[in-house]
C-alpha cells in the first residue's frame, strides 16, 4: 500500500511548502497540547506493528500484529503507561490488520481468513482459531492485505481488500484475484457478501453510532489524495481493477483498463483530506465518549501513518448524503495505522510501519489524553449557500476581519497517474462574518462556493475573547453538493486527459540497494534493517529487522564505498539522521555532499556558499530524498584538467537546495587528486546515518573503453545487428562468433526468471552470464556463474538497458568485461580460457522473456 | 552381529534404564560428568560422534554444531528428555532429572562451534513444550508450481514440521528438524514463511489431490453427472466408476491446540465452494454471497512422530464423523505412491489391526490401523491413492509412514514383527 518511493515521487510535485508546514516540532507543541501522548512500553526486543486494537469489558487491550501475534496488554489504563504488562495471546497468525471485540469473543482479520480466537481452558493463550471465512482471491503478491474489522448490529463484519502491484508497472493497482479492490460484508456464519468496489489501499474502516459505515484509502492510481469514503450497498469508489469481478465484466470477459476511466458511477468521497496533512490514511473511530475525550463528540478520528499523526473529520449530510470538513488534530505521535477507544475514553494509536515508510515511533502503542482543559479551537463547521457558520469552543470578543480570513477552492484529477495535485485554484473573497450572541459561532460570507470543489478555510491570527490563540487555524471542506439549487453531478474528482504513457521510471538507472541492498557496497560495519529513533534519546537510533535502510550501526563503520565507479551521475537516495547525526556523500571520494543534522548545512556542498533553502530540511528522525546531478572533472589527453568537477540541481525532497556548484578540487576529507572515473561513498565515521534506495544514472561519459568502441565504425572489425526484436519464453538465438568479441545491445526482461547469454566453445561448458530480474533469484542480471555473482537487483523487470560485452585475449588469459547502462560490473580473466570462439545463445528464460533492441556484435 | 541388532540391544538397554520409575536424587554431578556417563558412549568423549557404538544413521557430532531439532536450549532439552523418534536416540526424561538434563544440554553447546549472534535470527520460531500452528505463505515444493497464498506450518513437540494447504486443507510434506523463518516479517510483508525442517516425506510430489470422496453412485447429484459423462460417449465401464467419484472440498474449519496434539479441523464440503479463482469465473453471475455449501463430513486430522527404534516415521490421525449421521458412500482418500501395487500385507496381533504396504524395492513402508469399520470392506486402490468407506458414524484412521534404514525385505520383516 504505501510505497515511500512513489510518496517521495510525488512530494517533489506537490507544493512542499505546505507539505513542511504539517511538520511542527514536537517539544514546541507539546508545551500547550491539549492532548498529550503517552507511549506504552513493550517487551523488550519485541516488535509490535500494530494492524488491530480492541478492548476487553475489564480494559484489558488487545493488540494484533502484522507479525500474527496477538498481544495482551493487562493495565493498559493504568495510571503509568510503563505499568502494562504484556503477554502473547496468539502466535502464528498470516499478520492481523482487523481486529474485533464483542463481548468477550476475539475476533481477528488475517491476510486470508477472518478468524475467532479461542481460549478453552481460561490461560490468556489461544487454543483454537475458528475459520469464519477463507472466501476471497489471493495470488501471493506481497500488496494484498487485508483490512478490517466493524461489525453492525446484526453482527455481520466489513473488511477491505487491497489491489496488488505488480512489477513492472507497479503503479497500476490490478485485481487478479476475486474481489481484490473490493469491500466485503462477512456475515457470523461466513456468507460473504461483496458489498462495495473501486478501492484501491483501503487501509482502515469504521462504523458511526448511526451504524454508517466509512473506509478510507491511500492516494495513488485513481486516488488525487486519501479519501475517506461513506460505503453502501453497491458503491464503487473510483479504482477501476475491481470491476473485474463484476456482473457486466465477467459477462464480457473483460478486463478493466488501467488506464482508462470506467464508466460506472463513481461515489464522491464524503472528505479529501489533503495531502499535506495525509499520505497514508488508516482506520477511523467516533468520538462516543460522551466528551470524556475533550468537546469533538460524535465526530470522527482518523489515523495517518505518514505524517505519524491523528486527524479530525466532522460530518454532515447535505442532500442526504455525507460531506464535510477535515481539521489537524494532533501531530507527532509515531507512524498511527489504528486508532481505538478504551473504556475510560482515552484514544489508542497503534503503530506500524514497515516498508511504508513513515514517522517514528514505528511500532508499539501509545494514548492520547484529554487534559481535560478545552482547547480554543474549531469545533465544527456547517455549509451554507453563500459561506460556512463556524462553531468555535470558545467565545470570540469580536468578529474577525473579513482580510484575516483566506479562503480558497481547488479539485483533483481523476487519473491512473500517482496522486493528483491540487487544482484548478481559485481564491475566494470573503465579504462579511458575523458572530452569534454568545460569540461562539461565527459565520462568513463568500463568493463563488461551488458543487464538485473543495475549499481551504484559514483564520488567521484568530484569538478568543479571552486571548488564546487557535489552535489549528484551517479546515480543508469537501462540497460535493451545495444546500440549494440542481444537484450536481460533476466530482471533486474530475476526470481529466490521462497523462501519458509511462515508461518505467527505472530507466537508465541502477539501483544499487535493491534486493541485497550492500552487495554493491564494500562496507564493515554497516547493516540492513529498519531504522527510528530512539524515543528516550533521539540521537540514538533504533534498529530492528527489516529491510528499510543501511545504518552504520556498528561499532566502528567504514565508509560506504560503491565497488563500481561512475562519472557522470544523475542521483536519487533517501537519508535519515538522527539528532546530531552526520555523514556525507562523498562523490568520486573526493567531492562532498553533505547530510547533516543541521538545516545550514544539510544537503550543501563544502566549501560551497550556502544552501539557498533553510527549511528544506526538516530534522531528525525523518526521510528526506535527495537528488541531483554531478559531472566527474574533464582531462585532455595530456591529464591536464580542463574543466572542474560540478553540482548540479541539488534537491531535498524536490526543494531546490543548490542550483549549480563547482568545487575546484577535493572537498575537505576527500581523496586528494582528481581522476575521471571513481566509486563514491556515503561517510560511515562521522555520525551514525541511515541511508536507503541508493539509485544511481550513469550519464554522458560512460567508462572511456565502452564509449570508443561503440563509435569506432571503421576498419575491418565493423558491428553489424544480428538481433533487433523480441525473444518470448523458452526461445533461444544462436550467433556465432569468433574467440574474440564484443556485443552491444538494448535488453528488457519480462517479468520472469532465469534468462542467460551464454558463450561457449565445442565441448566446453564457457560462460554464462544470467539475465534474471527476478526477486528471488541468488544470481542477478550482470553476474558471471561461477565467476562473480551480483545480488543486487540493479535493474527491475520491464526495464530497458544497454548491456555490452567485451571478451578479448590478454597475456593473463581471457578478458571478459560486462557494462550494464555503461558501468562497468565484471571484469574477469580466465586463464584457462573456457572459450575459444564459436557461438553465443542467448536464452530467454522459460516464465518470462526478453526484449531486444540493436543487438549489434562484432569481431575484434 | 547385525547392526541392527546392536541398536536394538542399546536401545533397550537404555529404554531399560528409562523405565527406572523414581530418579535417583541428583548427586551433585556436571554436566561433563552426565555427559560421559550418559551420552559419550554414543556421541564420543570429544562430541565428535564417535562413540563405542556405531549407528546406520550416525550418532550426532556436537563438534559441528548441527542439531536435529534445533540448537536452542529449550530445544536441545526437549531433545533429550523426549528422544527422537525413529533414531537410537532414546528419551531421558526418567534417568536425569530436569536440572541434570539442563547442565548436559548446556554441555553439549558449549561442545559445538561458537553460535551466531542471536539478532540475525530474530524470525525464527521455536516449538517449545506446545506444538505452533503458523498460517502464512508457502512457496511452493515442486519447481515450477504455483505459491500457495494460504499455507498452514504446525510444528509438534517431536521435533516434526507438517506443512499443509491451508485452503481446500491437504498435507503437502513432513519435515524434521527446526520450525520455521518467519521470513515474512522482513521488508514490506507478503513473503513466503521458510521452513528450516529437512524435508522427511514428501506428499505426491507436494502436489496430493483431494483428500476425500464421494461416491457417486448413493449421490443423486453427482449421478447425474455420471449420466451426461456417458451421454458424450467419454467412457468405458472401469472410467466411470472413476468418473462417478466427485472430490470433496476441504474446508478448514478451525486449528486447535490441546496438549501435545494440534488438530486441523476442516468440513468436507459437496457443493461448489469459492476461494478458487476459476470456480468463480465460471459462474455468469453478478457477484452475489457465497454460500457457505453443504458439509458431508467433518474431520479432525493431526500428526505425530511414530517412534521405533530402527526407522524414522510418522503418524497421521484422522477422525472422520457424517454430519447426518453414516454417509456410506464417503471414501477417505489417502496418497501412497503409484508405484504401490496394493495389498499388502494384513497383521492383526494384540487386538490391533494393521494393513502394510512395504513399498518393494524402496526403503518405505505404508501402514494403516482403521477403527469403525470391518475388515473386508476396507480396500481399494485406485491411481495413487488407497480409498476407504468413511462414512460408518465415527471413522478413526491411522496411517504410519515409516522410513526404512534400507530397502531389504528381511529388514522389513525383523522390523514388522517389532512392531506388533
Avoid at chain 2, 484422522?318 to 456410506?328: I, Q
Wanted: proline share 6%; aromatic share 8%.
Amino acid at each position: 500500500m504505501l510505497c515511500t518511493t512513489l510518496i517521495s515521487a510525488l512530494a517533489a510535485a506537490l507544493s512542499n511548502s505546505i507539505a513542511n508546514a504539517a511538520f511542527l516540532s514536537s517539544a514546541q507543541q507539546q508545551a500547550n497540547e491539549p492532548y498529550s501522548v503517552e507511549y506504552l512500553t513493550p517487551p523488550a526486543g519485541e516488535v509490535v506493528e500494530v494492524g488491530g486494537m480492541g478492548f476487553l469489558p475489564n480494559g484489558d487491550l488487545l493488540v494484533s500484529t502484522r507479525r500474527g501475534r496477538v498481544w495482551w496488554v493487562t493495565d493498559a489504563l493504568a495510571g503509568d503507561p510503563n505499568a502494562a504488562k504484556w503477554h502473547i495471546f496468539c502466535e502464528g497468525l498470516h499478520e492481523g490488520l482487523g481486529l474485533k471485540i464483542d463481548g468477550e469473543r476475539i475476533y481477528v482479520l488475517q491476510r486470508g481468513e477472518l478468524s475467532e480466537l479461542i481460549d478453552h481452558d481460561g490461560d490468556r493463550v489461544c487454543d483454537e482459531v475458528r475459520t469464519i471465512s477463507q472466501d476471497w482471491g489471493m495470488t501471493g503478491n506481497y500488496h494484498e492485505f487485508a483490512f478490517g474489522l466493524p461489525t453492525d448490529a446484526a453482527g455481520n463484519f466489513y473488511m477491505s481488500l487491497n489491489v496488488g502491484f505488480w512489477s513492472p508497472e507497479w503503479w497500476h493497482g490490478i485485481s487478479k484475484a476475486p474481489y481484490r479492490g473490493w469491500i466485503l460484508q462477512v456475515s457470523p456464519q461466513g456468507v460473504v457478501t461483496p458489498w462495495a468496489a473501486g478501492v484501491r489501499s483501503p487501509c482502515g474502516l469504521g462504523m458511526n453510532s448511526a451504524g454508517d459505515l466509512f473506509y478510507t484509502d491511500n492516494q495513488g492510481d485513481w486516488m488525487g489524495v486519501c479519501p475517506i469514503f461513506h460505503v453502501e450497498k453497491g458503491d464503487f469508489m473510483g479504482h477501476p481493477a475491481s470491476l473485474r469481478w463484476t456482473e457486466g465484466y465477467r459477462q464480457a470477459g473483460r478486463i478493466p483498463s488501467s488506464t482508462t476511466p470506467a464508466t460506472v458511477q463513481r461515489k464522491p468521497a464524503a472528505v479529501m483530506v489533503p495531502y499535506e496533512w495525509s499520505r497514508s490514511a488508516g482506520n477511523l473511530v467516533e468520538d462516543q465518549t460522551g466528551g470524556k475525550f475533550g468537546p469533538f463528540g460524535g465526530q470522527m478520528y482518523v489515523a495517518e501513518l505518514t505524517n505519524g499523526t491523528v486527524i479530525r473529520t466532522q460530518m454532515e449530510k447535505v442532500r442526504g448524503q455525507y460531506q464535510g470538513a477535515v481539521f489537524k488534530f494532533r501531530d507527532g505521535i509515531g507512524s498511527v495505522c489504528r486508532v481505538a477507544f478504551a473504556p475510560d475514553g482515552s484514544l489508542f494509536t497503534g503503530f506500524t510501519n514497515r516498508g511504508w515508510g513513515g514517522l517514528a515511533p514505528g511500532h508499539g502503542v501509545a494514548r492520547l489524553k484529554w487534559n481535560g482543559q478545552t482547547p480554543f479551537d474549531m469545533h465544527s463547521v456547517h455549509l451554507l449557500q453563500d459561506g460556512f457558520e463556524i462553531n468555535l469552543t470558545e467565545a470570540l470578543s469580536a468578529a474577525p476581519d473579513v482580510a484575516s480570513i483566506e479562503a480558497e477552492l481547488y479539485d483533483y484529477n481523476y487519473w491512473w497517474d500517482y496522486g493528483s495535485p491540487q487544482m484548478n485554484f481559485e481564491s475566494l473573497a470573503v465579504t462579511a462574518t458575523q458572530l452569534s450572541a454568545d460569540g461562539k459561532k461565527l459565520t462568513i460570507k463568500c463568493d463563488g462556493l461551488q458543487a464538485a470543489k473543495c475549499v481551504r478555510i484559514t483564520l488567521k491570527e484568530l484569538k478568543s475573547g479571552s486571548g488564546a490563540p487557535l489552535l489549528h487555524d484551517t479546515f480543508h471542506y469537501t462540497i460535493n453538493q451545495m444546500p440549494e439549487g440542481p444537484l450536481s453531478t460533476e466530482l471533486v474528482s474530475r476526470m481529466v486527459e490521462p497523462p501519458e504513457a509511462k515508461v518505467s521510471d527505472s530507466e537508465g538507472w541502477l539501483h544499487l540497494s535493491w534486493g541485497e541492498a550492500l552487495d554493491r557496497f564494500e562496507s564493515t560495519g554497516w547493516e540492513l534493517c529498519d531504522v527510528e529513533l530512539d524515543k528516550a534519546d533521539p540521537s540514538k537510533l533504533v534498529t530492528r529487522l527489516g529491510m528499510g535502510a543501511l545504518v552504520n550501526s556498528g561499532e566502528t563503520p567504514s565508509n560506504l564505498v560503491s565497488k563500481q565507479e561512475f562519472g557522470d551521475v544523475e542521483f536519487r537516495f533517501n537519508f535519515m539522521l538522527p539528532k546530531g547525526g552526520d555523514s556525507g556523500l562523498y562523490f568520486m571520494e573526493r567531492y562532498e555532499l553533505q547530510l547533516s543534522d543541521n538545516v545550514g548545512d544539510c544537503a550543501g556542498i563544502v566549501g560551497v556558499k550556502g544552501p539557498r533553502s533553510r527549511t528544506a530540511y526538516r530534522g531528525p528522525g525523518q526521510w528526506h530524498t535527495v537528488t541531483g546531478r554531478f559531472f566527474a572533472p574533464r582531462f585532455d589527453a595530456n591529464g591536464n584538467k580542463t574543466r572542474n568537477a560540478m553540482f548540479e540541481q541539488i534537491a531535498l525532497d524536490g526543494v531546490m537546495v543548490i542550483g549549480a556548484a563547482e568545487p575546484t578540487g577535493p572537498t575537505g576529507g576527500g581523496k586528494p587528486g582528481e581522476v575521471a572515473l571513481a566509486p563514491f561513498y556515503f561517510q560511515g565515521h562521522a555520525g551514525k546515518a541511515c541511508i536507503g534506495d541508493i539509485r544511481i544514472k550513469p550519464l554522458g561519459n560512460v567508462d572511456e573503453m565502452v564509449k570508443a568502441s561503440l563509435s569506432d565504425s571503421a576498419s575491418a572489425f565493423a558491428w553489424r545487428t544480428v538481433f533487433d526484436h523480441g525473444l518470448d519464453g523458452g526461445k533461444a538465438v544462436l550467433l556465432d562468433v569468433p574467440a574474440e568479441f564484443e556485443l552491444s545491445g538494448r535488453v528488457q526482461l519480462t517479468d520472469g526468471p532465469a534468462s542467460e547469454l551464454l558463450f561457449r566453445s565445442n565441448g566446453s561448458d564457457g560462460y554464462r552470464l544470467v539475465l534474471d530480474g527476478t526477486a528471488n533469484a541468488p544470481l542477478k542480471t550482470g553476474s558471471m556463474e561461477g565467476y562473480a555473482g551480483i545480488a543486487a537487483e540493479l535493474i527491475p523487470a520491464g526495464t530497458w538497458f544497454d548491456l555490452h560485452l567485451r571478451c578479448v585475449e590478454n597475456v593473463g588469459g581471457r578478458v571478459i568485461s560486462v557494462h550494464l547502462n555503461g558501468v562497468r560490473f565484471l571484469l574477469i580473466a580466465d586463464k584457462e580460457r573456457k572459450f575459444n570462439g564459436n557461438q553465443i545463445v542467448l536464452n530467454a528464460g522459460h516464465e518470462g522473456g526478453l526484449k531486444i533492441k540493436e543487438m549489434r556484435l562484432r569481431g575484434l | 552381529m547385525p547392526l541392527l541388532h546392536l541398536t536394538q540391544i542399546l536401545c533397550s538397554a537404555l529404554a531399560a534404564l528409562a523405565c527406572t520409575p523414581e530418579p535417583q536424587e541428583p548427586a551433585a554431578r556436571s554436566g561433563k560428568e552426565i555427559y560421559l556417563g550418559t551420552c559419550a558412549v554414543c556421541h564420543g568423549d570429544t562430541g565428535d560422534g564417535n562413540g563405542l557404538v556405531k549407528f546406520d544413521r550416525p550418532a550426532r557430532s556436537f563438534q559441528q554444531g548441527g542439531f536435529s531439532f534445533g540448537n536452542t536450549p529449550e530445544a536441545l532439552f526437549r531433545t533429550v528428555s523426549s528422544g527422537i523418534g525413529g533414531t537410537p536416540m532414546p528419551g531421558f526424561a526418567a534417568v536425569l532429572n530436569e536440572k541434570e538434563r539442563r547442565l548436559v544440554v548446556e554441555y553439549v553447546i558449549a561442545l559445538g562451534p561458537e553460535q551466531p549472534p542471536a539478532a540475525g535470527n530474530a524470525s525464527i520460531l521455536n516449538v517449545g513444550s506446545k506444538p505452533v500452528v503458523v498460517r502464512g505463505q508457502l512457496a511452493p515444493l515442486k519447481s515450477g508450481a504455483s505459491e500457495l497464498p494460504r499455507g498452514l506450518m504446525i510444528g509438534t513437540t517431536d521435533g516434526l514440521s507438517w506443512q499443509y494447504q491451508a485452503d481446500d486443507v491437504r498435507l503437502l510434506a513432513v519435515r524434521q528438524g527446526a520450525f520455521l523463518d518467519r521470513k515474512d516479517w522482513g521488508g514490506r510483508g507478503g513473503g513466503p514463511l521458510q521452513p528450516l525442517g529437512k524435508l522427511m516425506h514428501l506428499l505426491q510430489d507436494g502436489e496430493p489431490g483431494p483428500s476425500f470422496m464421494l461416491q457417486a453412485s448413493l449421490d443423486t447429484g453427482a449421478a447425474k453427472k455420471t449420466g451426461s459423462a456417458k451421454d458424450t460417449g467419454a467412457d468405458n465401464g472401469a472410467n466411470s466408476a472413476i468418473q462417478a467419484r466427485r472430490a470433496l472440498y476441504s474446508k478448514l474449519t478451525s486449528t486447535l491446540v490441546t496438549g501435545q496434539r494440534a488438530e486441523v479441523r476442516y468440513a468436507l464440503m459437496k457443493d461448489a465452494v469459492f476461494t478458487k479463482q476459476a470456480a468463480l469465473m465460471d459462474s455468469s453471475v453478478a457477484p452475489q454471497s457465497t454460500q457457505p455449501g453443504t458439509a458431508v463430513a467433518n474431520v479432525r486430522e493431526w500428526g505425530e512422530a511414530f517412534s521405533h527404534p530402527s526407522a524414522a516415521g510418522f503418524r497421521r490421525h484422522f477422525e472422520v464423523e457424517g454430519v447426518a449421521g453414516k454417509r456410506p458412500d464417503l471414501l477417505i482418500a489417502l496418497d501412497i505412491p503409484k508405484e504401490l501395487n496394493g495389498p499388502s500385507e494384513l497383521v492383526s496381533n494384540r487386538g490391533q489391526t494393521w494393513v502394510w504396504f512395504p513399498w518393494q524395492g524402496r526403503a518405505i513402508a505404508y501402514g494403516f490401523q482403521i477403527e469403525g469399520i470391518p475388515f473386508a470392506m476396507m480396500l481399494e486402490g485406485e491411481d495413487s491413492r488407497l480409498l476407504l468407506p468413511a462414512g460408518n458414524g465415527v471413522l478413526k484412521v491411522h496411517m504410519t509412514t515409516l522410513l526404512l534404514p534400507d530397502a531389504k525385505a528381511e529388514t522389513w520383516s525383523k522390523l514388522q514383527e517389532e512392531i506388533y
